[in-house]
């Protein structure tokens, strides 16, 4: 009886120790998950027509695209590309990560454009013209003339390394 007691205490010493050793780190995965699982997302849409003022995979526009795939992994947006420039902290081009929103000017009146940063130089986004789909950011001949900034959503990524 003695014996399985201090087996059970002991037991239960390591486990609290293990769990005060991985306690700290436990939120930091769930964290570096999320860009993964809004990037994955974000390319699942590939192919989905454009439509004015879409918010379902029945057709999107870019703000209602990006709007949704950030609601699938619980993060709520505004819903135009104007007010989602509003929110979030600034990040460099140099420093953009995974599920940072991109922002472009395309109709020559201030941000108008909105998608999703998805790493290696490329973003997801609803085209007008071929409705979700995926871009290089400095493309020459347009999106990399009509870039205008990013913003890191909380909850996404570390807002500390978004300076």
């Not at 995979?57 to 619980?74: A, E, I, L, M």
């Not at 590309?81 to 929103?101: E, F, P, Q």
Request: proline letters at 2%; a positive charge.
């Amino acid at each position: 009886m003695k014996l399985t007691f201090k087996m059970k205490k002991a037991f239960t010493i390591i486990a609290m120790s293990f769990l005060l050793l991985v306690a700290p780190f436990a939120g930091q995965a769930e964290a570096s998950s999320k860009p993964a699982a809004i990037s994955k997302t974000a390319t699942s849409l590939i192919g989905i027509k454009y439509s004015y003022g879409g918010t379902t995979t029945r057709g999107f526009d870019c703000s209602g695209y990006v709007s949704y795939v950030f609601k699938q992994n619980d993060i709520y947006l505004s819903r135009t590309a104007a007010s989602m420039h509003a929110s979030g902290a600034t990040v460099k081009k140099s420093n953009l990560a995974a599920g940072d929103l991109v922002f472009f000017n395309t109709s020559g009146k201030g941000v108008s454009h909105v998608g999703i940063y998805i790493g290696n130089g490329k973003f997801s986004h609803a085209s007008t013209s071929k409705g979700v789909r995926i871009d290089k950011l400095n493309d020459p001949y347009y999106w990399g003339k009509r870039y205008v900034g990013a913003k890191r959503i909380s909850g996404v990524n570390s807002i500390a390394s978004a300076k």
